[in-house]
């Protein structure tokens, strides 16, 4: 042996791969030490497998891989091919074990023609095994889920009320596997619990088994109060609330996903899976994507009940924060301002307020310094009461209750705090209003809540027709005159001094309001 094959024995012996010199007959002439460790016969056994013909060695009955390995080997000593792979599995009693066996021509040489190497390929077949479950996994989870989402989505749409589309969902959730059941909960404002109004898949406690908002770590609340997804895993040492219990038993997984669109909350639905772990995070989203589509169809169905309600919830609010407008100028002047109305002109929102206690000039300069105030105008002077008009961006608490699907009826300022009265659509999630009112004014208390029957045509429909025919200028002007007392007798401005608090000429000023007049009659008496 010379110096140079001396050198490349020790080479390969230094290598973890197994790998074995053959000659041309299949007799193997040298093997490394990875080799000889392997197959048993110790790290200096050099002598113990050479001399083995390598094909008469491997047993190649019921074993494919071995039949087409000696096949591919052979070809390689014919000089049929240069290069023969092939992985192959090698399981002991204790693990699972994958090859890649690389059999290739030599350099003419005087020890052999062919080089067999086997290359360990277990991590790499492990991971590609687990790669293929989690793909057929999430295939199964997609088709699963899929169809879910279309079935859902295909009733909720045709729904026709909020009620069908709660009971809908429970009911279709409830039917696939690995779901135990399904329900839906609105907040009570009077007792401060999550209710049940629809459930699939269980029986619902007799009595009504709602959960109180103050309970913690309960994922249903957690949904509401947070407005996101929470899970929890259950298992015998979990305190359940009573409809966790009956719906799951003492081992499994809760998904409770909120119901809400916009700013706007309609509840929150609760899932429930007899495994642990059944929620991982795809599954939440799928079922969050459901959960919107849900809110959305609530949201459609809500909107269009607005004008066919026989009654509504009216809410009487109080807010006490400091940087609302009309609250700061009532506690500052020691005043009182009372909301009448607001008229959107272009881009400007004018709110006008009938003011009392104070002197109109007076009220107008702290206006004008009060940041939420643009612009301020006296509109109409008196000896008890003035009529006032501020320019705002977005009418404070109004705008952001209008978003809520909720109409501001009226407002008092005075006494360090703004009063006002809200109507709701019967059956709306009062609770889900307070709490958004409260991320931006966190003062608001509510002072009393009622529920009454409806007119049968109400000021905000009679007030949308008329709207919709004004221009913007002609309710401006409409607005003005009646606020002014225009058309009180005897007149308490005229139109000269309207005009001027409109920039424009009398003339026009007239002629916007005589348009506007006619309008306004014209959907009062119109067939």
């Known amino acids: 042996m010379n110096r140079t094959d001396s050198l490349a024995r020790q080479t390969l012996d230094t290598l973890p791969i197994n790998v074995a010199v053959l000659d041309d007959e299949g007799t193997i002439r040298f093997t490394n030490r990875a080799w ?3 197959g048993g016969a110790g790290p200096t056994a050099a002598g113990d497998m050479v001399g083995v013909n390598y094909f008469e060695a491997t047993d190649t009955e019921d074993d494919a891989d071995a039949a087409a390995a000696l096949a591919g080997l052979r070809r390689v000593i014919d000089g049929e091919q240069d290069l ?36 360990d390929i277990t991590d790499r077949k492990l991971a590609e095994l687990r790669a293929d479950r989690q793909r057929a996994d999430l295939e199964q989870l997609t088709g699963r889920l899929h169809g879910l989402v279309g079935d859902v ?33 609105r907040t009570d404002l009077r007792t401060d619990e999550v209710v049940p109004v629809a459930t699939a898949g269980f029986e619902t406690p007799d009595d009504g088994a709602p959960i109180a908002l103050s309970t913690d770590g309960d994922p249903t609340v957690a949904a509401v109060t947070e407005g996101e997804p929470a899970v929890t895993t259950v298992d015998d040492a979990t305190d359940l609330a009573p409809i966790h219990a009956r719906a799951l038993g003492d081992a499994g997984s809760i998904l409770a996903l909120p119901l809400a669109y916009g700013d706007t909350r309609y509840g929150v639905l609760t899932v ?51 940087g609302l407008f009309y609250r700061d100028l009532a506690a500052s002047l020691e005043a009182t301002l009372t909301f009448g109305g607001t008229v959107e002109d272009g881009a400007a929102v004018r709110m006008l ?41 977005e009418p404070p608490v109004a705008g952001l209750l209008a978003d809520l699907g909720a109409e501001t009826t009226a407002i008092r300022a005075g006494d360090g705090r703004a009063r006002l009265t809200v109507e709701l659509p019967a059956g709306s999630d009062a609770r889900a209003l307070l709490d958004q009112l409260a991320t931006r004014y966190p003062s608001v208390d509510l002072v009393a809540r009622r529920e009454r029957e409806r007119t049968e045509r109400t000021r905000q429909e009679l007030v949308a027709d008329v709207q919709e025919r004004l221009t913007a200028r002609q309710r401006l002007a409409l607005r003005k005159a009646f606020l002014g007392g225009f ?41």
């Open 36 to 38: 000889r460790e392997f």
């Open 153 to 185: 989505l295909e009733a909720v749409l045709q729904a026709r009320t909020r009620e069908e589309i709660e009971t809908t969902v429970c009911e279709r959730l409830a039917a696939v596997e690995p779901y135990a059941g399904a329900w839906v909960g």
């Open 353 to 393: 307020f009938v003011a009392e206690g104070v002197e109109p000039d007076r009220l107008r300069e702290a206006a004008l310094a009060h940041p939420e105030v643009a612009d301020a105008t006296v509109v109409q002077t008196g000896e008890a009461e003035s009529v006032v008009e501020f320019q705002v961006a």
């Open 272 to 322: 429930y899976a007899r495994e642990a772990g059944a929620f991982d995070e795809r599954e939440r989203a799928v079922l969050a994507v459901l959960a919107r589509a849900t809110s959305t169809a609530i949201n459609a169905v809500e909107g269009r009940r607005l004008l066919t309600v026989d009654s509504v919830v009216e809410l009487e609010l109080t807010v006490a924060d400091e």
């Open 84 to 119: 023969f792979t092939l992985e192959y599995p090698c399981h002991s009693p204790d693990e699972r074990r994958w090859f890649l066996m690389r059999a290739s021509r030599l350099p003419e040489h005087d020890d052999g023609g062919v080089v067999v190497a086997h290359v």
């Open 487 to 527: 058309f009180d007798w005897p007149r308490g401005t005229s139109g000269e001094d309207l005009a001027a608090s409109m920039d424009i000429s009398p003339s026009t000023y007239h002629q916007h309001l005589r348009a506007a007049e006619r309008k306004v009659l014209e959907t009062l008496f119109e067939d």
